[in-house]
């Protein structure tokens, strides 16, 4: 079957360093997106990786590794704002979005 | 970026009542869209994949006469509860690809938020 995998919560502190990290076993590959999405709000886009290697973005840096099924997202200066959860999916052979169940990440002052 | 929209933000409606909820393209023209469901603190789950002028793809588990997807042009799809129950309240949220994008996108409605009394 198809699963993405991501730690359920994480806790950091303002103007710190956070990686969530995402694994994933999926028929086929087109991609990976990571997403954030406040609560009660809809998912916003962050970063596209279909490449391996890293792709940055200002304070956000996505990483991807195919052979591994890995992909990290990284945070940097965290704000007060960033406290969010960070969706990891998969877009597989159908290309068709595989979702990963979301980290919280709470961020404290 | 390309935006979609989604109507109404918010319903409340009574048991045993239907509801749609569109969603809309606004400046793409989107062959496919995609109707998710989202329980508090629960991941997106995929209900419905919505293709214009054919038949709805429904997710395993989710009954397609319940919740009718129409895509009768290429920036609008409709979903509707139909004989709404309070299990059905839920964040039901609509994302659309756009083809002119290279990198497989989906961009997302603001969501709709359903409360069944």
């Known amino acids: 079957g198809q699963n993405i995998d991501q730690p359920t919560e994480m806790t950091a502190t303002e103007g710190a360093i956070v990686q969530i990290n995402c694994t994933y076993q999926?028929?086929?590959?087109?991609?990976l997106f990571w997403y954030q999405q406040h609560a009660g709000e809809a998912p916003t886009f962050l970063s596209y990786?279909?490449l391996d290697g890293l792709e940055e973005k200002g304070r956000f840096s996505s990483f991807l590794s195919r052979s591994k099924g890995y992909s990290y997202l990284l945070l940097k200066e965290l704000q007060m704002k960033d406290s969010a959860s960070y969706l990891c999916?998969?877009?597989?052979?159908?290309?068709?979005?595989?979702w990963g169940a979301g980290t919280k990440l709470i961020i404290k002052p | 970026g390309a935006v979609v929209s989604q109507h109404p933000s918010w319903v409340i409606c009574k048991s045993g009542t239907s509801v749609k909820i569109e969603c809309r393209s606004l400046d793409f023209q989107a062959t496919t869209m995609f109707w998710y469901r989202q329980f508090p603190k629960q991941s997106l789950m995929l209900m419905a994949t919505s293709n214009e002028g054919s038949k709805a793809t429904y997710e395993q588990g989710v009954e397609k006469d319940k919740f009718l997807i129409n895509h009768a042009s290429l920036t609008l799809s409709t979903l509707t509860v139909t004989s709404a129950h309070p299990e059905d309240s839920s964040f039901y949220i609509c994302s659309a690809r756009d083809p002119g994008q290279e990198n497989n996108e989906q961009f997302f409605g603001p969501g709709t938020r359903l409360t069944v009394l």
């Open positions: 999926t028929s086929g590959f087109n991609g």
């Open positions: 999916a998969v877009m597989d052979s159908n290309y068709q979005l595989i």
């Open positions: 990786n279909v």
